[in-house]
């Protein structure tokens, strides 16, 4: 589902560059086209930065879901084998809530999504849960490698159109003063 | 401790590719990149006093960029950790409030919500106990996510310095309010 922690975010990503020359790098090529080609960049690193977004929103919220289902798997395997009914109220439907009588349980159910649910003994249940907790915090760090890296890219593209609009500023700058010299002395 | 809540110097001679209202931008119109998400814009300085460098004089060095990538991450991570300081003010409280209503409670049994369409009724004690170790918990993460703020607070504060030391007005570190 995700990509391995030393790889680009995305492969056909192109990567940023910095650049170290300003004058260098503008050769051949007007300030305009240099300026319209980083744009083009910046809207793609944008783009995959708000979906590496989403899927870190979306394990965030996964998250707690899991904790909490993990912590009534826990309370059922510490009332395992004891001899005192458990009673828990569950929500039928919305603010409707049954009552329910358990004792000695030994196996729970899990929704495993896509319509399956599979009935597992409470150990073994901790432990597909765990693993699913395990996951979800992996792929939380590699979603966060991931934004990092094209954090970067954001920002030295951001850096580089300032750049060169600044260095385009100041070539303007001084050629304008000196025509409107030499206008002036025309006039 | 805070590196980010001071006011943005908002110098009239900065412009930016953002500044698309000031005069000198109206050379150059570059509506299409938004640099206002962005915690920091490099700006111009454009000069009425005649002898000031211009930022395309400055070199803007690797060593440079690294330190602005960095900062803005810095920034980033200092923002979400905030918020999970406020949650995790928010939920103490929460907890000492469950706590304090607990003592009121004359059942032995209390309803104890395990998610939100679970209540599963336990004896008070064992709710009791329940509520510290989640107390506890939240505690230690509260004071972890606090000792991290500082942390970031101080790397961000230094490389805030150092940036503007070589930059001086070419660049803006604060937070746009």
């Given at each position: 589902m995700s990509s391995e922690g030393g790889a680009d975010p995305n492969p056909v990503l192109p990567k940023a560059q910095f650049i170290e020359d300003v004058g260098e790098y503008l050769k051949g090529r007007s300030a305009d086209d240099a300026i319209a080609g980083l744009n083009e960049h910046y809207r793609?690193?944008?783009?995959?930065e708000s979906r590496l977004l989403q899927r870190r929103?979306?394990?965030?919220?996964?998250?707690?879901?899991?904790?909490?289902?993990?912590?009534?798997?826990?309370?059922?395997?510490?009332?395992?084998?004891?001899?005192?009914?458990?009673t828990v109220d569950f929500e039928l439907a919305d603010n409707v809530f049954a009552k329910a009588t358990f004792q000695d349980v030994h196996t729970v159910n899990l929704w495993l999504g896509a319509g399956v649910m599979v009935e597992y003994p409470l150990l073994e249940a901790k432990g597909v849960l765990e693993g699913s907790l395990t996951n979800c915090k992996a792929n939380l760090e590699t979603i966060k490698q991931d934004l990092e890296k094209i954090k970067d890219y954001i920002t030295i593209t951001e850096v580089s159109i300032a750049?060169?609009?600044?260095?385009?500023?100041?070539?303007?700058?001084?050629e304008g003063?000196?025509?409107s010299r030499e206008n002036a002395g025309q006039e | 401790m805070n590196a980010e809540v001071s006011k943005p110097n908002r110098s009239s001679r900065q412009c930016s590719p953002t500044c698309t209202g000031g005069a000198r931008a109206a050379l150059l119109p570059l509506g299409e990149v938004d640099l206002t998400g962005s915690p920091f814009v490099v700006g111009a300085m454009?000069?009425?006093?005649g002898g000031a460098t211009t930022p395309a004089q400055v070199q803007v060095a690797w060593e440079d960029q690294?330190?602005?990538?960095?900062?803005n991450k810095l920034n980033n991570e200092w923002h979400e950790l905030q918020a999970r300081v406020q949650r995790q003010e928010r939920l103490t409280e929460d907890l000492e409030d469950a706590s304090n209503e607990l003592m009121l409670v004359d059942d032995d049994e209390v309803r104890f919500a395990m998610?939100?369409?679970?209540?599963?009724?336990?004896?008070?004690?064992?709710v009791e106990v329940k509520l510290q170790e989640e107390a506890e918990r939240v505690k230690k993460d509260y004071e972890s996510t606090k000792?991290?703020?500082?942390?970031?607070?101080?790397?961000?504060?230094?490389?805030?310095?150092?940036?503007?030391?070589?930059?001086?007005?070419?660049?803006?570190?604060?937070?746009?309010?």
């Amino acid at each position: 589902m995700s990509s391995e922690g030393g790889a680009d975010p995305n492969p056909v990503l192109p990567k940023a560059q910095f650049i170290e020359d300003v004058g260098e790098y503008l050769k051949g090529r007007s300030a305009d086209d240099a300026i319209a080609g980083l744009n083009e960049h910046y809207r793609r690193y944008k783009l995959e930065e708000s979906r590496l977004l989403q899927r870190r929103v979306y394990n965030l919220s996964k998250l707690p879901e899991v904790k909490k289902t993990l912590d009534i798997v826990n309370l059922l395997i510490q009332k395992e084998g004891g001899d005192s009914e458990v009673t828990v109220d569950f929500e039928l439907a919305d603010n409707v809530f049954a009552k329910a009588t358990f004792q000695d349980v030994h196996t729970v159910n899990l929704w495993l999504g896509a319509g399956v649910m599979v009935e597992y003994p409470l150990l073994e249940a901790k432990g597909v849960l765990e693993g699913s907790l395990t996951n979800c915090k992996a792929n939380l760090e590699t979603i966060k490698q991931d934004l990092e890296k094209i954090k970067d890219y954001i920002t030295i593209t951001e850096v580089s159109i300032a750049r060169i609009y600044n260095h385009d500023v100041e070539r303007r700058r001084l050629e304008g003063g000196s025509s409107s010299r030499e206008n002036a002395g025309q006039e | 401790m805070n590196a980010e809540v001071s006011k943005p110097n908002r110098s009239s001679r900065q412009c930016s590719p953002t500044c698309t209202g000031g005069a000198r931008a109206a050379l150059l119109p570059l509506g299409e990149v938004d640099l206002t998400g962005s915690p920091f814009v490099v700006g111009a300085m454009f000069g009425q006093q005649g002898g000031a460098t211009t930022p395309a004089q400055v070199q803007v060095a690797w060593e440079d960029q690294s330190n602005i990538n960095r900062f803005n991450k810095l920034n980033n991570e200092w923002h979400e950790l905030q918020a999970r300081v406020q949650r995790q003010e928010r939920l103490t409280e929460d907890l000492e409030d469950a706590s304090n209503e607990l003592m009121l409670v004359d059942d032995d049994e209390v309803r104890f919500a395990m998610s939100d369409c679970l209540f599963v009724r336990l004896p008070q004690d064992e709710v009791e106990v329940k509520l510290q170790e989640e107390a506890e918990r939240v505690k230690k993460d509260y004071e972890s996510t606090k000792e991290e703020v500082e942390k970031i607070g101080a790397e961000m504060a230094m490389l805030k310095t150092r940036l503007y030391e070589k930059f001086g007005n070419a660049i803006n570190l604060e937070e746009e309010v």
